[in-house]
Nanobody, 127 residues
């Protein structure tokens, strides 16, 4: 069992930045690929970014590529999402997720590939 708790959300003006954190506890964090997703009201959940458990491989959806950066610190059992150049359309609840990976370079883009999910943190970008 892995417990995930997100933090770092809030209200920011367009063009601003936020860094989300996802703290993990429970089973060994380092053997899990991690991902970030978001869901805006009335919209489907959207994949944003994923990172392998070694941290050596990342992947982003096109809408955030170049603006968002995913990273992890396995010693601190924490994954981060640095979000720059935020836009009003980035407003959503952001959730992190963990998926068991058989080796160090796996990354997952599908929600069904993740087993554990955090409760989410609200990000609101004002225009």
């Amino acid at each position: 069992q892995v417990q995930l708790v997100e933090s770092g959300g809030g209200l920011v003006q367009a063009g601003g930045s936020l860094r989300l954190s996802c703290a993990a506890s429970g089973r060994t964090f380092g053997y899990y690929a991690m991902g970030w997703f978001r869901q805006a009201p009335g919209k489907e959940r959207e994949f944003l970014a994923t990172i392998s458990w070694t941290g050596g491989r990342t992947y982003y959806t096109n809408s955030v590529k170049g603006r968002f950066t995913i990273s992890r610190d396995n010693a601190k059992n924490t994954v981060y999402l640095q979000m720059n150049s935020l836009k009003p359309e980035d407003t959503a609840v952001y959730r992190c997720a963990a998926g068991r990976s058989p080796s160090g370079n796996y990354t997952y883009t599908g929600a069904n590939q993740y087993t554990y999910w955090g409760q989410g943190t609200q990000v609101t970008v004002s225009s």
